[in-house]
């Protein structure tokens, strides 16, 4: 079929060509939303639901533990003759069954330290920052979140559902640990994802308890950190593909990476917080510590630790790692 010609001479498309046309776009629409979605799922799959271990071996963590900070090796070894690192399992809100290793401190004095671990660990991987606490004779409680070591789940959760799970360990742990001639007072520790996590929580309304909390090397939101990731590894700009995956996020678990932000939740907690991150930190960029830091209110303490990659403060520099933490937490916990 001939175009048709216009009274100015132009021609016109016919309406075959168009209906080619908007065939045409059509499909290709089509083939990039599939790309798109398929390329969301893959990427969704590969930040929450990578492979890691279902378990671990107890005494070949502690051995990799001791080997990397030989100087709590005496603190290990007692752990370890008095059979004092034991488990606990406890059936959360979600009905999921979740683990924790804890200690029993003798003369604790209502004295107690939550420590959460990072992305793809396990609670054993904070034995390390749990020995600061334990030498001091605090109870000791570590849990394994949401589907990692022994606990159940499927998706990691970026450590903002988690911030709940963690609030239930604190209420688990205020009774577990119980002293009828003390008070109990908490001090909340995270390093990486726990330390986001750790932040997340800090938001919420928290039972008189909890005194302080320490975060190392935490980010300011899930969205800031995968867009780091997205373009470190993938060098991708975060549109279109952070906001079709945070979408599919919100369909499969129920929460979206703008919403996961403990730089929000940082603004409306009162509790006393140290800041701690290694100015070499490149996997959570060390540019994220200022604004979480500007954004907690008083009372705040920060720790630059010069030289330190992504969650090796402790490793580094063991001695003024120890003292700052004390130094920090005595101040609001007798």
Not at 65 to 94: G, R
Not at 103 to 114: E, Q, T
Not at 156 to 177: P, S, Y
Not at 298 to 320: I, Y
Request: net charge positive; with cysteine; hydrophobic share 40%.
């Amino acid at each position: 079929m001939m175009d048709k010609k216009t009274s100015g001479g132009q021609k016109t498309a016919s309406p075959t060509r168009r209906r080619r046309v908007w065939w045409i776009i059509g499909i290709v629409c089509t083939i990039l939303a599939i790309g798109l979605g398929g390329a969301s799922w893959y990427m969704l799959d590969y930040a929450l639901c990578p492979d890691r271990p279902t378990s671990y071996d107890l005494p070949r963590q502690l051995q990799r533990t001791v080997q990397e900070n030989p100087q709590i090796k005496p603190w290990i070894d007692s752990l370890q003759q008095h059979s004092a690192l034991c488990d606990t399992f406890v059936t959360m809100p979600t009905g999921e069954r979740h683990h924790a290793v804890y200690v029993r401190a003798p003369h604790a004095k209502g004295r107690v330290a939550v420590l959460v671990h990072g992305y793809t660990d396990n609670c054993m991987s904070m034995i390390h920052i749990a020995s600061i606490y334990g030498r001091q004779g605090y109870h000791l409680l570590l849990p394994d979140l949401h589907g990692h070591g022994r606990s159940e789940g499927k998706a990691i959760q970026m450590g903002w559902k988690d911030r709940l799970d963690v609030l239930h360990w604190t209420q688990v742990a205020q009774q577990m640990f119980a002293d009828p001639e003390a008070k109990t007072q908490m001090v909340l520790h995270g390093v990486s994802m726990g330390a986001a996590t750790v932040m997340s929580l800090s938001g919420e309304k928290l039972p008189a308890y909890i005194k302080c909390l320490v975060e190392d090397c935490g980010y300011t939101s899930v969205w800031d950190e995968f867009s780091n990731e997205l373009a470190q590894s993938f060098h991708l700009p975060a549109f279109p593909l952070m906001y079709t995956t945070s979408l599919l996020c919100q369909l499969r678990y129920g929460w979206r990476f703008g919403e996961a932000s403990p730089l929000h939740q940082v603004a409306k907690c009162r509790l006393p917080m140290l800041f701690i991150h290694g100015d070499k930190d490149t996997y959570v960029p060390f540019a994220m510590l200022q604004p979480l830091y500007n954004a907690k209110p008083q009372p705040k303490e920060m720790w630059v630790v010069p030289g330190s990659v992504h969650a090796t403060s402790f490793r580094d520099q063991p001695e003024a790692y120890t003292e700052r933490v004390n130094r920090f937490v005595n101040q609001y916990i007798d």
